[in-house]
T-cell receptor
Framework: GENVEQHPSTLSVQEGDSAVIKCTYSDSASNYFPWYKQELGKGPQLIID?????GEKKDQRIAVTLNKTAKHFSLHITETQPEDSAVYFC????????????FGAGTILRVKS | DTGVSQDPRHKITKRGQNVTFRCDPI?????LYWYRQTLGQGPEFLTYFQNEAQLEKSRLLSDRFSAERPKGSFSTLEIQRTEQGDSAMYLC????????????????FGEGSRLTVL
């Protein structure tokens, strides 16, 4: 089955700096790669996703890149703000197979003001 | 629509007792998922339904766990004879699946039901 590894486990950045979180996946059949943000006491919330037919996607300060050959994908947050502090999870799935997401272990992002 | 709601938010029980969690998905969503999340880890898939049919169960889901979605709307997750290792956050999510155009892939999560087994 699919296995997703995520690095780093914690990341501290100064407000205004960029943050990068990386994930690798094992199943080359996976075709959907979302990123979720989880704040304390809340459920995960989708912030951006990418499908395997696209190499990069951007939404304001957030971007995701996908390298299918190397089986890794990354989340980039620019101009970080204190409200970006949260736990971020990457995930992978095969959408045709119930879209059952396999999550990474998470990255705690702290933005220092 | 208020999103995915879960009840109760917190449950403390003694080892050996049975507990039941309820999930009300977003009303038009036909898929419903249960995940379990322990401290410092990502959510782990337990099971999912398409309408009332339970289509897949993880090997993590022992015989003490049972999930239902009797009318294709709300779902319940029951844990019998709870053990301390069952202590976790149980997350429910829903999504709309159908044609590729409708299936955005996004899962909408509830805020979870935290179980503590003493």
């Amino acid at each position: 089955g699919e296995n997703v590894e995520q690095h780093p486990s914690t990341l501290s950045v100064q407000e205004g700096d960029s943050a990068v979180i990386k994930c690798t996946y094992s199943d080359s059949a996976s075709n959907y790669f979302p990123w979720y943000k989880q704040e304390l006491g809340k459920g995960p919330q989708l912030i951006i996703d990418i499908r395997s037919n696209v190499g990069e996607k951007k939404d304001q300060r957030i971007a995701v890149t996908l390298n299918k050959t190397a089986k890794h994908f990354s989340l980039h947050i620019t101009e970080t703000q204190p409200e970006d502090s949260a736990v971020y999870f990457c995930a992978a799935s095969l959408m045709e197979y119930g879209n059952k997401l396999v999550f990474g272990a998470g990255t705690i992002l702290r933005v220092k003001s | 629509d208020t999103g995915v709601s879960q009840d109760p938010r917190h449950k403390i029980t003694k080892r050996g007792q049975n507990v039941t969690f309820r999930c009300d998905p977003i009303s038009e969503h036909n898929r419903l998922y249960w995940y379990r999340q322990t401290l410092g880890q990502g959510p782990e898939f337990l099971t999912y339904f398409q309408n009332e049919a339970q289509l897949e169960k993880s090997r993590l889901l022992s015989d003490r766990f049972s999930a239902e979605r009797p009318k294709g709307s709300f779902s319940t997750l029951e844990i019998q004879r709870t053990e301390q290792g069952d202590s976790a956050m149980y997350l429910c999510a829903s999504s709309l699946a159908g044609t590729p155009l409708l299936n955005t892939g996004e899962l909408f999560f509830g805020e979870g039901s935290r179980l503590t087994v003493l």
